[in-house]
Antibody, heavy 116, light 112 residues
Framework: QVTLKESGPGILQPSQTLSLTCTFS??????????VGWIRQPSGKGLEWLAN???????YYNPSLKNRLTISKDTSNNQAFLKITNVDTADTATYYC????????WGQGVMVTVSS | DVVMTQTPVSLSVAIGQPASISCKSS???????????LNWLLQRPGQSPKRLIY???KLDSGIPDRFSGSGSETDFTLKISRVEADDLGVYYC?????????FGAGTKLELK
């Protein structure tokens, strides 16, 4: 059974760095072809893909946010991470992680609010 | 980036009636492998997205056969043969053929 669960700070201030963790089970990021993606969704709006990390440590970022994003993984502990630097109110959203390549399993999401 | 255009934006359907959602991509979604990486997702109110269909027309496990996907190249359609109350929510198409992965803006299915 594949499950994913996101965790994060809940609230942070503008200019801070957002650190998110995706803890998963039922698959391994050491398995060929497996990966984890991060997606976000502002309240009442659509989905925006942010970044992917693959079993071989290949990383891909949304070009519109690339300079602010860092994705990483801890294969031994079945975790993937996303950092977003210099956040502002536009980064307020629910953040999801999902198994890739085809987004077949998603976490429940974690709400993040950027507010002064 | 590949732009995914979904229509309609919202859809009001009575229980037991059919529904159809269109998704058009700004370029062909046929990949170098010959496969077309087009998914359909459903996000029920207050829930995370759930994949229903992958590779244009393949139903995920547990998805009722009231759902079907079709299309090719740049034009794709999700059909529900008979809408049930559990089908309400926002439907998204998602392409994974071209970098970066892109989503449609969503189609909200409501009860009439």
């Amino acid at each position: 059974q594949v499950t994913l669960k996101e965790s994060g700070p809940g609230i942070l201030q503008p200019s801070q760095t957002l650190s998110l963790t995706c803890t998963f089970s039922g698959f391994s990021l050491s398995t060929y072809g497996m990966g984890v993606g991060w997606i976000r969704q502002p309240s009442g709006k659509g989905l925006e893909w942010l970044a992917n990390i693959w079993w071989d440590d290949d990383k891909y970022y949304n070009p519109s946010l690339k300079n602010r994003l860092t994705i990483s993984k801890d294969t031994s502990n079945n975790q993937a991470f996303l950092k977003i630097t210099n956040v502002d109110t536009a980064d307020t959203a629910t953040y999801y992680c999902a198994r890739i390549p085809s987004f077949d399993y998603w976490g429940q999401g974690v709400m993040v609010t950027v507010s002064s | 980036d590949v732009v995914m255009t979904q229509t309609p934006v919202s859809l009001s359907v009575a229980i037991g009636q059919p529904a159809s959602i269109s998704c058009k991509s700004s370029q062909s979604l046929v990949g170098t492998s010959g496969k077309t990486y087009l998914n359909w997702l459903l996000q029920r109110p207050g829930q995370s997205p759930k994949r229903l269909i992958y590779l244009v027309s393949k139903l995920d496990s547990g998805i009722p056969d009231r759902f079907s996907g079709s299309g090719s190249e740049t034009d794709f359609t999700l059909k529900i043969s008979r809408v049930e109350a559990d089908d309400l929510g926002v439907y998204y198409c998602l392409q994974g053929t071209h970098f970066p992965d892109t989503f449609g803006a969503g189609t909200k299915l409501e009860l009439k």
